[in-house]
């Protein structure tokens, strides 16, 4: 069974900088799916970026939500089935409850990376909170 173990939330001033870690235990194959959700309060869940992780670099690839992009930065982790994700100049929009999701080849299929069903394993989460 995956378990996977977040890290890294707090809480920062807008413009600050936070790092989140997710580590995946269990996880029987060498690449995969990692990505990170977000949730506020009464609204609904979005995805935030994923990375197929891999063995091979050239084999890496990266996505982001529109409201990410040039601000935070997905990345691979040097152990197996680790990704780590940068964000910088936060928002007060940006806080919210972070999840980290796997799953072998969900944001490889079809209708995009940002389908949470398609994952099936998730962390508990970790909080994020940006003041104004």
């Known amino acids: 069974q995956v378990q996977l173990m977040e890290s890294g939330g707090g809480s920062v001033q807008a413009g600050g900088s936070l790092n989140l870690t997710c580590a995946a235990s269990g996880y029987f194959y060498t690449a995969g799916c990692m990505a990170w959700f977000r949730q506020a309060p009464g609204k609904e869940r979005e995805g935030v970026a994923a990375i197929y992780a891999a063995f091979r670099p050239d084999d890496i690839r990266t996505y982001y939500s529109d409201f990410v992009k040039g601000r935070f930065t997905i990345s691979q982790g040097d152990a197996k089935m680790t990704a780590h994700l940068q964000m910088n100049s936060l928002l007060p929009e940006d806080t919210a409850m972070y999840y980290c999701?796997?799953?072998?080849?969900?944001?490889?299929?079809?209708?995009?990376?940002?389908?949470?069903?398609?994952?099936?394993?998730w962390g508990q989460g970790t909080q994020v909170t940006v003041s104004s």
């Open positions: 999701a796997v799953d072998r080849l969900a944001c490889l299929r079809t209708g995009g990376w940002d389908d949470h069903v398609k994952y099936n394993s």
